[in-house]
């Protein structure tokens, strides 16, 4: 066992060293550990970094931009893209598991930036180990501060518990079960959706979410909804003391379209 040991770790730090996106360090001159603490985590500076559209207004350097005579258009010179590569080790000193080397468990190829002043976007296309292709998961545009207001739109394809806690920033290998759970038939979970989200905060630490999504997550390629009904999720919190504390609560309501099997008329479940 103290021999694999060190062979853990080097496999855990090539991991984690790989798992930001080195894009924006190029562009702004930063190290990645200014919004990462720990990789992949976002801490504070990663967090707002990414709510304002993925830059730094002081830090915009004129000679990375196309001037197109637009002012509402912002067009960077190269396209920000960058990959992620997973990689992890199991073993078993008693053999009651497979020992294996997963690598490459999962690639990202990831690609992030602002397009104008209040408009950015995010995604990235996932592969799995031999190299089978699992396609786009997120992949939204944002819009901020709709006509003014400290409102915040998100358009596209995007987590549903991302505001509670984001996904690709957790330090976790495996996912948080209850996000993909789903009760009996039901398509509906709090896994990957398609659809609109607002969000928006108030100078006292409140926070909010309002989501409108299909309600049948993102497994059906071509189906983009496989009923009429839409689905709906809430959430409110308040920070305390300085950010340290955070309560809050989220609701999820919806209906959707019953099974349908010979003999049986189509069912509504809520």
């Given amino acids: ?111 992030a930036g602002n397009i104008s002043d209040s408009i950015s976007y995010y995604t990235y296309f996932l592969m799995t180990e031999n190299a089978k292709i699992v396609g786009l998961e997120d992949s939204y545009l944002n819009f901020r501060h709709i006509f003014g207001l400290p409102v915040d739109v998100l358009f596209g394809q995007f987590r549903l518990t991302d505001p509670v806690a984001l996904a690709e920033s957790r330090l976790t290998f495996e996912e948080y079960a209850i996000y993909g759970f789903s009760v009996g038939q039901s398509r509906i979970n709090l896994a990957y959706e398609r659809g609109i989200q607002l969000s928006g905060g108030t100078k006292y630490g409140t926070d909010f979410v309002l989501s409108l999504v299909n309600g049948n997550g993102i497994e059906g390629q071509e189906i983009f909804d496989s009923d009429k009904y839409k689905c709906l999720l809430g959430r409110v919190a308040q920070s305390f003391a300085k950010d340290s504390l955070r309560v809050g609560v989220l609701a999820y309501g919806g209906k959707e379209a019953g099974p349908s099997t010979p003999g049986i008329s189509d069912q509504q479940a809520d």
């Avoid at 190290?31 to 002081?58: T, W, Y």
């Avoid at 073993?91 to 020992?99: L, Q, R």
């Fill in 1 to 111: 066992m103290k021999k694999i040991l060190p062979l853990v770790l080097a496999v855990l730090g090539l991991a984690q060293a790989a798992a930001a996106i080195p894009s924006f360090s190029r562009k702004y001159g930063y190290s990645c550990q200014v919004c990462h603490d720990p990789i992949p985590h976002l801490n504070a500076v990663g967090e707002k970094f990414m709510r304002h559209g993925f830059k730094i207004s002081d830090k915009e350097k004129p000679q990375s931009m196309v001037d197109t005579g637009d002012p509402l258009l912002s067009l960077p010179q190269s396209i920000p893209l960058s990959f992620r590569i997973d990689s992890y080790l199991a073993y078993s000193p008693n053999g009651t598991t497979k020992s294996d080397f997963h690598t490459p468990a999962a690639v990202k190829f990831i690609s």
